[in-house]
Nanobody, 117 residues
Framework: QLQASGGGLVQTGDSLRLSCTASGITFNVNYFGWFRQAPGKERENVGGIGWSSGRTYYSDSVKGRFTISRDRAKDTIYLQIGSLQPTDTAVYYC????????????WGQGTQVTVSS
């Protein structure tokens, strides 16, 4: 299962690190992705990391402020968010894309990030 954690109430300009631990399901993983969904908005893929390659990608909306990393020994990926803005307020989710699959199909429970102005 996937479990995201590390969210909370923070102030504008703060930094935050989210974690996502994948227990027993990291076999045949192509990418881990981070997503967010703000109230009344569609879910947004903010970025991802290749589980074997470590290659990362980011959406243009977060590039330069978000950093994704992984610790294979801990079956965990991280999302470091810098210079948080109220527009970053959302539920953040992690997900898995299996090798040979074109979509993210395994989802974890989200963690709420609320940025106060």
């Amino acid at each position: 299962q996937l479990q995201a954690s590390g969210g909370g109430l923070v102030q504008t300009g703060d930094s935050l690190r989210l974690s996502c631990t994948a227990s027993g399901i990291t076999f045949n993983v192509n990418y881990f992705g981070w997503f967010r969904q703000a109230p009344g908005k569609e879910r947004e893929n903010v970025g991802g990391i290749g589980w074997s390659s470590g290659r990362t990608y980011y959406s243009d909306s977060v590039k330069g402020r978000f950093t994704i990393s992984r610790d294979r020994a801990k079956d965990t990926i991280y999302l470091q968010i810098g210079s948080l803005q109220p527009t970053d307020t959302a539920v953040y989710y992690c997900a898995i894309q299996r090798s040979g699959r074109g979509t993210y199909e395994i989802w974890g429970q989200g963690t709420q990030v609320t940025v106060s102005s």
